[in-house]
T-cell receptor, first 114, second 108 residues
Framework: DSGVTQTPKHLITATGQRVTLRCSPR?????VYWYQQSLDQGLQFLIQ???????AKGNILERFSAQQFPDLHSELNLSSLELGDSALYFC?????????????FGPGTRLTVL | AQRVTQPEKLLSVFKGAPVELKCNYS??????LFWYVQYSRQRLQLLLR??SRESIKGFTADLNKGETSFHLKKPFAQEEDSAMYYC??????????FGTGTRLTIIP
């Protein structure tokens, strides 16, 4: 599958814990985006990377961090988890990281914090 | 800051009836506008974009600068159109901003 992949599919953890979500972009795409989708907030942009460098930051909490590695995969780290962090986390990728690019989305990781 | 408003969280339409999903954006100028769709158990994907002026799966969207709207329309709804629809916009170097989405249900 040459599309965007995300692991794991589901994650259940406890408050106070730390988790890492992983994303591999489409082949040839240089930019990765992270979004959080909760029931009442819709799709919220968290952060964008382009070719290893942070390009744009959205509503990302200080407890959250991300990086893009030389092979272009990305990880989103969520720490000191709270109940309110339970959500679907999507990764998307695009070729040039421009706002006008079509973004290709992964299947998402469902995080449940108990 | 950019803002995208989709006033309807839920919309139910009978099969064969016309569909209109509303989207309004908050700033003037010439933004890029998109509609993304998420079918059940599938990933979010681009449906159409303003710049392409295309019709995808029978859907079209017209930019109305006077009303700052980019409503999505289809003359005859089909059951397979049931999905979550997101309007999104960007301008210049500003990031793509999504609306909160409208869940469309087609009643057989």
């Amino acid at each position: 599958d040459s599309g965007v992949t995300q692991t794991p599919k589901h994650l259940i953890t406890a408050t106070g814990q730390r988790v890492t979500l992983r994303c591999s972009p489409r082949s040839g795409d240089l930019s990765v985006y992270w979004y959080q989708q909760s029931l009442d907030q819709g799709l919220q942009f968290l952060i964008q990377y382009y070719n290893g460098e942070e390009r744009a930051k959205g509503n990302i909490l200080e407890r959250f961090s991300a990086q893009q590695f030389p092979d272009l995969h990305s990880e989103l780290n969520l720490s000191s988890l709270e109940l309110g962090d339970s959500a679907l986390y999507f990764c998307a990728s695009s070729v040039f990281g421009l706002p006008t690019d079509t973004q290709y989305f992964g299947p998402g990781t469902r995080l449940t914090v108990l | 800051a950019q803002r995208v408003t989709q006033p309807e969280k839920l919309l139910s339409v009978f099969k064969g009836a016309p569909v209109e999903l509303k989207c309004n954006y908050s700033y003037s100028g010439s933004p890029e506008l998109f509609w993304y769709v998420q079918y059940s158990r599938q990933r979010l994907q681009l449906l159409l974009r303003h710049i392409s002026r295309e019709s995808i799966k029978g859907f079209t969207a017209d930019l109305n600068k006077g009303e700052t709207s980019f409503h999505l329309k289809k003359p005859f709804a089909q059951e397979e159109d049931s999905a979550m629809y997101y309007c999104a916009t960007s301008r210049g170097n500003e990031k793509l901003t999504f609306g909160t989405g409208t869940r469309l249900t087609i009643i057989p």
